[in-house]
């Protein structure tokens, strides 16, 4: 792969008398800069580690730490094949960690990310990198699985990223890791029920049917004893029509006309890329299929 821009750019900013070097004032709009360009184009594998070991150093506090969520996800967001760090595993670890920890910080009041991007770039990381982290696969599961549990009141767009992260972070770990496979997988099942003709319910479905999919292309034998539920749950949303649009309303002219998804479809859930821009971010993704 050619250098990009983004890699010149990160190359300049990161030397020794770079803006971004440790050794130089905080230049926030140096990291903005960068953050826009990443969101602009793709990168080597080589400078996005680069970045990644550096970020995860000195970018860790507001308002550093929300930019630098938001780079991961532009980051991880493209050529996903490119960006795997099964090879070096330490790199995952680290920013999965640093994840981990502006999560339970919770300090978007204080310039910080928000919890929904944290988890939205989680996930994205979490794609086929999975394996690589496994030790942090318990520490995981402690922040995910209550965010999942249909017991628990949560945003829905928070518990849907904690979905997408449950069903990546066991892509490509075949059958070496059971026990995140399980758990995960109870979880996943357990937000199966809801009614689809809201739309926050429907894009939890959607996400929890796409990660059941992601487990069961890992490890066949987590369906063994779930076949008949999960097929009564397909059944029912597929059998669950849209409203018919004679019901609505004319537009208003003066109001935003954008297409919608319609009630009582399934929701195309965020893939292992996510959908659209994060929540804080100025910065707008645009995948490679245009949406």
Request: charged share 20%; hydrophobic share 40%.
């Amino acid at each position: 792969m050619a250098p990009s821009v983004f890699d010149s750019l990160a190359a300049e900013l990161l030397a020794p008398q770079g803006l971004l070097h440790p050794g130089q004032p905080p230049q926030r709009s140096a990291l903005e800069i960068l953050a826009q360009m990443a969101a602009a184009e793709g990168c080597t594998p080589q400078i996005a580690t680069q970045v990644m070991v550096h970020g995860f150093k000195w970018w860790k506090q507001p308002p550093a730490s929300k930019l630098f969520v938001q780079l991961l996800f532009h980051i991880f967001s493209k050529d996903k094949v490119e960006r795997r760090l099964g090879e070096t595993p330490r790199v995952a670890e680290d920013c999965i960690r640093f994840l981990l920890t502006a999560f339970a910080a919770d300090n978007a009041a204080a310039g910080g990310p928000e919890p929904v991007d944290v988890l939205r770039t989680m996930g994205t990381m979490l794609f086929e990198n999975g394996a690589a982290c496994q030790k942090l696969h318990s520490t995981l599961l402690a922040t995910l699985l209550p965010l999942t549990s249909p017991a628990v009141s949560i945003d829905a767009d928070i518990r849907r990223m904690a979905i997408n992260c449950l069903g990546n972070v066991c892509v490509g770990t075949g059958t070496k890791s059971p026990q995140l496979q399980k758990d995960a997988f109870a979880a996943l099942l357990s937000n199966l029920d809801g009614d689809i003709s809201d739309e926050g319910v429907s894009k939890v479905l959607s996400s929890a049917f796409r990660g059941l999919q992601l487990l069961i292309n890992e490890n066949k034998s987590l369906a063994v004893d779930s076949v008949a539920v999960l097929v009564n749950h397909l059944q029912r949303c597929a059998l669950t029509h849209p409203d018919s649009s004679a019901k609505r309303g004319p537009a208003s002219p003066a109001r935003d006309t954008r297409p919608s998804p319609r009630k009582g479809t399934l929701f195309t859930s965020d893939s292992e890329l996510s959908e659209g821009e994060l929540k804080g971010s100025k910065f707008r993704y645009i995948s490679p299929s245009g949406r």
